[in-house]
């Protein structure tokens, strides 16, 4: 079956430090890769995504690559800022079938401190 | 102002007792979702509706239901049933059932069961 593995949190940085969160995930045929941002209290906001291989996916300055010989899709800002403390989620959808689902890995902490 | 709206914000209920959530979009998309968070876990899909009057279990539908008899409203209905109902619930919808479709979220209702 489908499964998105991201890496464990809580991550805490300084502000303008550089930002990588791990992205790997198993699924069948070519799923599209998204990344939501949940701020406390909050629902889920659409980040980025990519719907196939070597597509880079970029907003507010976070950018992440769909490498399909790596099954990664790993999260990346150059200088993060403390406006980006939030719970990071790495999620896929298949391709094919009749069924939609969206599979969500655990969600990744950050915390950036002035 | 185009959105998913979620109500209400916090919801208590005792044990024993039905509660049924509210999910309303104006976005006049065709597929719509419930899904369940737990803390520290990514999310669960509880159900999903790509049409009218149509509607499909997800991974943890026991305990749960729901109705789709407006394109724009999609309550889920918490039993009795449901061993473990305190969680943050999350409504969500897409344009259409394809894989490319970005969901949308709303802001979540969270329910404590005393």
């Known amino acids: 079956g489908n499964s998105v593995t991201q890496m464990e949190g809580p991550v805490t940085l300084s502000e303008e430090a550089f930002l990588t969160i791990n992205c790997t995930y198993t699924a069948t045929g070519y799923p599209s890769l998204f990344w939501y941002v949940q701020y406390p209290g909050e629902g889920l906001q659409l980040l980025l995504k990519a719907t196939k291989a070597d597509d880079k996916g970029s907003n507010k300055g976070f950018e992440a690559t769909y490498r399909k010989e790596t099954t990664s899709f790993h999260l990346e800002k150059g200088s993060v800022q403390v406006s980006d403390s939030a719970v990071y989620f790495c999620?896929?959808?298949?391709?094919?079938?009749?069924?939609?689902?969206?599979?969500f890995g655990s969600g990744t902490q950050l915390t950036v401190l002035p | 102002d185009g959105g998913i709206t979620q109500s209400p914000k916090y919801l208590f209920r005792k044990e024993g007792q039905n509660v049924t959530l509210s999910c309303e979009q104006n976005?006049?998309?065709?597929?719509m979702y419930w899904y369940r968070q737990d803390p520290g876990q990514g999310l669960r899909l509880i159900y999903y509706s790509q049409i009218v009057n149509d509607f499909q279990k997800g991974d943890i539908a026991e305990g749960y239901s729901v109705s789709r008899e407006k394109k724009e409203s999609f309550p889920l209905t918490v039993t009795s049933a449901q061993k473990n109902p305190t969680a943050f619930y999350l409504c969500a919808s897409s344009m259409s059932r394809q894989s490319t479709d970005t969901q949308y979220f709303g802001p979540g209702t969270r329910l404590t069961v005393l």
């Open positions: 999620a896929l959808t298949r391709s094919s079938g009749s069924a939609r689902q969206l599979t």
């Open positions: 976005l006049n998309h065709d597929a």
